[in-house]
Nanobody
């Protein structure tokens, strides 16, 4: 499984960016896909996630009403639309896959330890 993020960049506060995650070798089934971010000196945190086997989603409280994650099943892509960006959104953003999320108590999970496959990350800088 390979994941490749794109769409990062530098933007002024209040602006928008759309991140994409292209996947290969992934069979869409009951797994979950998520977006995580890691700022300098901070732990990686879950931003948004969705369940490929249903409609459940997760959003961190800090991004609700501003970020939306979606998927394109035909092209095996995951997206993160980020609006009203704030300087505190500055981080490296990663997409990841949790292939076993269908058996977890909470679906999708926001715990990065539950995610097995990761992209290389894309930098988002908000000034």
């Amino acid at each position: 499984v390979q994941l490749v993020e794109s769409g990062g960049g530098s933007v002024r506060a209040g602006g928008s960016l759309r991140l994409s995650c292209a996947t290969s070798g992934l069979t869409y089934g009951s797994g979950c896909m998520g977006w995580f971010r890691q700022a300098l000196g901070r732990e990686r945190e879950g931003v948004a996630a969705l369940w490929l086997g249903g409609s459940s989603t997760y959003y961190a409280a800090s991004v609700k009403e501003r970020f939306t994650t979606s998927r394109d099943n035909a092209n095996y892509k995951l997206y993160l639309q980020m609006n009203s960006l704030k300087p505190e959104d500055t981080a490296t953003y990663y997409c990841a896959v949790d292939p076993a999320c269908g058996v977890r108590a909470v679906i999708p999970s926001s715990d990065p330890l539950n995610y097995e496959y990761w992209g290389q990350g894309t930098q988002v800088t908000v000034s």
